[in-house]
């Protein structure tokens, strides 16, 4: 199961803005890729230094450039440097226990979001931190691993006289954000699959260990809140900042993701209102079975345990004990047997547990 | 049962305002009506094609033009570029996953909304989808199914001299609301009944299995509020919408909606209260039910356990055991058996067992 | 026990403003009684028309004109024509599954409310809606029922120089808004002696059903509180209204009802906490009545099982068994079992069980 | 235990500011001390009647007038006569059963406080009502018991030059009101030592009744809330109004006693969510001991059901039974039975039942 | 466990700013550390007195004062006097049980915040309070205990050119509130490890008294929120203050701290949905266990109840047993026993028992 917190231990005490990487190292060698382009011509090239950067770029161009590993302290800092990023902003960036967030630092617009995508082996969902840098001209992105969600944007881009060429690095960061929340339902999808499967085996009474489940479920849910709820108020910042990055063109589109993310929110809370009340159903079915298991040893023992003791009666060995000697005791006494065992059946028949 | 969610996976990385249909196709064909009238005639019309409407449409009369069946992406892009629509507006109407929503385009008003009905055959409930957009020449309606539900409107329309003849086109939007949200009354009406028939089998102790019922009631619930909850909001911006569209004329009338609105959402809380309740009482039945059993076998076991002893006792072959010689030996253990048992009996009826 | 919702399914597709009574028929015929009175004068008449109460209302003075039973719609439509009341305004005083709501109509003042009271016989909270319209010369009172609660302000009125019959029209309406929350406490008294009662029955472990008679109160709880929590709106905007219709003579009037209404759904909100820690509290006494039971099981079932097969070993028929020749076999075997069952009783007794 | 509601069917339908004395007699006789001072003298005195007053008051002063015992209707009708006092403010006096509240009448404020204190006895907490009248002139307290708690003030009072005796009366009803919630800290002392005391129980599986001591101490949290929850508000707007009867001077103090305040309804909710959490603990406490209790009788049950029954088969009385003539059948039976025995022993050590 | 509250007896009745210590007292002696710097000297000294502060302040540079050990009165009245503090800010300083706030006096700024440390032996959380004053020219910090959190931004202080060293008042007050601000995210760390740890037991359903673990998990929870709820208000407020003491230039430091705030605050409330959650999978576990226990019984006693009637019926000694005499009489009783029981188990498989 996924952790609940990553280990800041190392950082207490340090200044503000000290980079240090918090999180697990999960690609061997950091990479920059840079994205060049504006209505006439696209190019796309992998840096080796983030110097490089400043030879691609071209006067009335947008430049998108994609860092993915986070643990080189040194691509970070040289970003920093050349783009003049508070110190503050790079810290956030390499530490990958954010909260969702917006901050307006006038000359660009810094958004941490989480990028979730559901293991089917191992049935989890994967929380990737991806950070925004967003200026009039350029915008940086940075992930924790490679990552191919932004692979139709790619495409798009190619295509001569898309939308996305033609207008500025506010509509490429709109297009991320809503590709990053579209795969937020894919993964909700997985979930209400889980969900609708786990339900119907309660429903069935299948199997027993149907809680554990529901269990890892829940506790997805609280998971996935940390990052989700964060969000409306993410978009909401964005949506009514006053900053000229933002142009007015985005604000229908900016209101379309914000509806996204109040659907997204939604849903979480209905899948936690569905999980809470799978309990109360898996809790009376464990309960019901118990009554079963009770009403079976009940009819048996009330049945038998009297006429033992009546069997038990003739067993005794006095001497002086009339009806052993009667000749059709053994059978009065089956009779009374049989007797006694219906009118113990009728009872149990009447009470409804046969 | 309804399913949790919608399937949105095909339209990842697609661009806004590509036109896709998420949801099942409810009808073959689907069928343009318009109905275009004014104080003195009206005329209604079954369209092959989107264009005739400009034929239908004349001076000084309102149209209303419904659309039925939204998998045909061609008939809804060709409303988009004869009434000059956002992309966006399109996609949310082909979407029925939709949250219930009120957008002000300047131009036109664009509401979504979710039909409920009542299938008396497996007692569930039907949800569809239902955009409504609203200029001050027309009103256009796109539902998924034919439905019935705005039949009384098309017969007052054919009243001369009747307020829809009258009035704009708010009028009958508030109409199509209004009918909209009556048939929720309908539906909780129906869940009420439910609700109160498992609550008379609980109270009464009858069916065991009424949990899985109060579960279904409940998870319908959890459902219908994600319908139902954004409604609220989505009359009070129209209510405070600056549009000229919406005459002051409709205040009175959107008040009154209001009122419905919320009426309608302290139904569902209160039926949320109830069957948390319900879930209480049917723990408790059970328990008491189990205390019932274990009574029973308690009652049986320790009566007749120690007077199984007893005649096991005498039932031993030593050689020397006086009491088997003695006359009235066996007299005296049924007495002394007797006398336990009703000892026993008596214990139980102090602790008001029996 | 109460109904959850009326049947509102003949009004659906209806224009706004068609007038249908929902509700039961509680009175076989509707009333009219008018008191016209001022500072020197008062005169009480039972009118058969609406039209009478021209020739009675006078110059200089105050007119309260209550109409008991909603079902004669001819009798609410003469009111709306003599008083030109908005015809939505008519329909929801007809409609008895109002929620309580004050709105503001510039000529008069629109209140609905619910009247409640208890029925000793049956347990239960009978709730009426009352619907008052106000203007500076009228008050009009809609009743579902015949009702004695008003006759106390009846009575003052016919008292010369009350401050009823020498302030306007708002104390008057000030005067039965009191008068209906007052009988709200009258209600939550009789619920709070209820809870004490049950309350008392669960700490001593009286009854064992205790839990259906707190479920009734939760209910009623859950349907008074869709009474009662608009209240407090409905009062602000009494309040807050700048209707001329409302003296400021009349704000340190209403800042007191508005005090009481707060404790009234203070006592609801208390009431609510109560009866879910009764439930726990039941819960408990439960699981503490099955302990008991179990122990007594185990206790007997524990101490005899083991005797009863010592015995049984003795009463086996093997030739060769040397113990049930030894001369004092059957002493040492009653030892032993005396012995084991001493053991079992010390170990109860050390667990606590005994 | 402490009642819900005070019975208020006495007041149903008297007009507003009829002075009816709601809530038990605590003392036989009304008194009324009146301690008259400035920064140079200071005079107590009992009255008689409240007239004596205005021989007692003089310039430059400031009187604090204590008014002990709610019950006679002549006295508070008198200083509200004297005094100008609204016949709201009188009623609201009289009826011990009023919701914490702060009015602003201009000439004076009127605030209205519960007094609690611990009953050690009987574990109670005791809530008395104390009204507040503040002017520039005078303060007037009205109590229902006689009540020790403002000693530490009237001592200090008798101080010369204290703050007390130079601040005017603002001062003193902040020191009145400050010595009333630091009462409050001692109640929740006690219930919080109560708490910890009852945790204590849980934790070692001590008592068994201990539910019903939480739930007292829940019910009484719950009662607790409906005085304590409103008193922010109180301290909040005497904070905001701007009546110059509160000086400037006095705003740090009220900010501490805004602090206090909100550590109180802090405290109170720590101890809802601890009670609750209590509960839970317990009802697992009490499973816990079911498992105890039918694991003890499973194993004794399940080790000689199956031995009692091989005893029963050789104790029949077949006449063709070998095993019986076997020359160490007896010896054998014993054999088997020990082995099956140790198997069902060796069965529960696995399960870690033993 | 750690107390629900300080006792605060001593300090009823007391007038306001009177100065107690309210708490344990941690320490021996209190010592006053003084640290004078500027851009480019910092000089350390351990005072005896207060007044020696003044010997070391210099113009131009800025004071920190630390004050360890609360409980002698003079200090802290020296301090008051030496720097002009609000005898009612003495008095929030000596009382350990103080809610975190922060508050404006215009020349300096006051805040309270708690410490929060975790003693691995106990696994208890430690809560020691701080309060920091701060003007344009001093900080003053008072701590209950020698407490080793602030060393790294003493070893910072004495690093030339740090920012520390250039920047004012307010940067040192940040360092501090973020120093002790991840020191919660430490303390979060460990709690979130112990429910991962229990977490794990569950799931595998390891020790069984795991609930009384979760108990005190949730108990620390319930008494951390106390100390960090509050926090968020705090730095609202000191974000929102127009004081001069805070420079702009904090302002980002300051959002940077907010942010790490509702981090802590989300985790807390993570960690309680958490709880919640296993609490209710500990009580499933429970109810398991119980199940399969009674299956046990009920399997074992169910099939040998009956047998052994059968072997108790020809254990009987009536004379007249035909069955006795017949040749096979023992071989098909046994046949019939084995059938019997083979019938059970087959039972039981069926009903997936076994």
């Known amino acids: 199961m996924p952790r609940l917190m990553k280990s800041k231990s190392k950082k207490i005490g340090l200044a503000p803005g000290t980079l240090i990487h918090i999180g697990r190292k999960k690609i061997e060698n950091a990479t920059i890729t840079a994205i060049n382009y504006n209505e006439k011509k696209i190019e796309t090239k ?134 990053i929340i579209d795969n937020y339902f894919l993964v909700l999808e997985k979930i209400g699959e889980r969900i609708e499967f786990f339900e119907e085996e309660l429903i069935n009474e299948g199997k027993q260990d149907s809680l554990k489940e529901i269990y890892k479920i829940k506790r997805e849910n609280i998971l996935l809140r940390k990052s989700v709820w964060p969000l409306r108020e993410v978009i909401s910042k964005i949506e009514r900042t006053d900053s000229e990055i933002i142009t007015t063109r985005s604000n229908v589109y900016l209101r379309d993701l914000h509806d996204h993310t109040i659907q997204v929110i939604d849903t979480l809370e209905t899948y936690r209102d569905m999980t809470t009340s799978m309990i109360d159903l898996h809790l009376s079915n464990t309960s019901n079975k118990m009554n079963e298991i009770m009403k079976v040893l009940t009819i048996i023992a009330t049945i038998f345990i009297p006429l033992t003791f009546i069997a038990g009666v003739y067993g005794m060995n006095f001497n002086n004990m009339p009806e052993l000697h009667m000749k059709y005791g053994y059978y009065a006494t089956w009779g009374i047997m049989i007797f006694i065992g219906g009118l113990m059946v009728y009872y149990f028949k009447k009470k409804d547990w046969i």
Chains 1, 2, 3, 4, 5 share one sequence.
């Open 46 to 179: 992998e840096l080796k230094e983030v110097k490089e950067f400043f030879k691609i770029n071209k006067k009335d161009s947008t430049t998108w450039l994609n860092i993915t590993g986070l643990h080189e302290t040194s691509i970070i800092e040289d970003i920093g440097k050349a783009f003049k990023i508070h110190s503050l902003v790079l810290e956030d960036i390499m530490n990958t226990d954010q909260r969702p967030k917006f901050e307006d630092y006038d000359e660009y617009l810094f958004i941490v979001l989480k990028i979730l995508s559901y293991d089917a082996k191992t049935n989890n969902v994967i929380t990737e931190q991806i950070s925004i840098l967003l200026s009039q001209e350029y915008v940086i992105t940075f992930q924790e691993n490679e990552n191919r969600i932004f692979s139709p944007i790619i495409e798009k881009l190619n295509v001569e006289k898309s939308k996305l060429r033609i207008y500025g690095t506010d509509y490429l960061a709109y297009r991320l954000l809503d590709i």
